[in-house]
């Protein structure tokens, strides 16, 4: 019997293998789409520590936690949506980068504003100092 001396993907460590992704990502991926990444990254690691905080500490405040874990997921998902249209492997017609960044800064700005809605900023308005027969002075 003779031994193969090809060398397959499954015979390489996970090393060089993982030194092979790292370098042709960095050959062949734009500045933008790193920069979305490392964002993405960020994100990620955000929400896995709110999660690991809520199991370690509870989540006294839920809704608290709720919609800032949400936020973080919209986030996410909005940062990926982005992305792919930015990539110029991507065909999405005629849209430009500034036209997919606007939609991105308007789907978050409503993102937020669905989240402070859940967090019940009602607190806030009870602040405001009533007159006596319970109309705010404002």
């Known amino acids: 019997m ?3 001396t090809m060398k397959t993907s499954g015979n390489q460590p996970v090393g060089s293998i993982l030194g092979d992704l790292c370098t042709k990502y960095d050959k062949t991926t734009s500045k933008k789409i790193k920069l979305i990444d ?9 929400g896995l520590l709110q999660f ?3 199991l370690l500490v509870g989540s006294f405040p839920f809704n608290s936690f709720l919609a800032g874990f949400v936020c973080t997921v ?5 940062a990926v949506s982005l992305r792919m249209q930015i990539n110029p492997e991507n065909n999405f017609g005629d849209r430009t980068e500034q036209r997919a960044f606007a939609d ?3 789907c978050n700005i409503i993102l937020f504003l669905v989240v402070f809605n859940f967090m019940e900023l009602k607190v806030l308005l ?6 006596l027969d319970g109309k705010s002075e404002c």
């Open 2 to 4: 003779t031994k193969k």
């Open 38 to 46: 490392g964002f993405l990254v960020y994100v990620l690691a955000t």
């Open 74 to 78: 919209g986030v996410f998902v909005l």
């Open 104 to 106: 991105y800064l308007l």
């Open 52 to 54: 690991i905080y809520c």
């Open 126 to 131: 009870n602040t405001i100092p009533k007159t």
